[in-house]
């Protein structure tokens, strides 16, 4: 099934109308589509229409593991950074009092198998002036990772990543201690 990637992204409020039109289309079908990667970096025809049989090791065109896959999908992970256009798009207000981003208003989606990081890299060299404040959550094995990532002018200028590890975190739902001589002294289940 791969990893879900639940993103939200922020920009200052001077770009963010920017942005999100940036972002914004209407298919021919009349379908909205709030974070359209095509409109930030275009998918060439050859590659929008084109499926074909691969070997499993054929890493260009792949995802390893099966025996086919669409080459849409290989230049969409090389070119944006995830396989499909991002889903369940919409915009929210933080209403965190804790977040940085108290109040402001976000574009939230979710991706799978990475994120739309080289997107946001162009949406970035193309308001260089702006601040756009990307927060990820998604799972990663047996952890959930959650990072913040900012950009400006192009670069990527800050990156946090917070790991949670659920043993520890059941550990502490149970009220054990995570201080290694308390564990030795109180035993704890380890998680399942």
Known sequence: ?????FQTMYADAKHYPLIVD???TIEPDGTEVLFDC??????PPEAEMSVHI???HDALTCQVGRGFAHKRAAWAFE???????????????????NSDHFGQLGLQ???KNGNPWWVILALS????????????DHEAGDEINYEIETFKAGV??????????WEEWERKMKGAPLDEEELRRFPVDPAE
């Open 1 to 5: 099934m791969g990893n879900l990637y």
């Open 22 to 24: 940036a972002l914004h």
């Open 38 to 43: 095509r409109k930030i970096i275009p998918m």
């Open 54 to 56: 691969c070997d499993d």
């Open 79 to 97: 070119h944006w950074g995830t396989y499909h256009l991002p889903s369940n798009c919409k915009y929210i207000c933080n209403r965190n009092v």
């Open 109 to 111: 989606y979710v991706t």
């Open 125 to 136: 060299r193309r308001f260089p002036d702006a601040i756009i404040t990307v927060i990820t």
């Open 156 to 165: 990527c200028i800050s990156h946090i990543t917070v790991v949670n590890d």
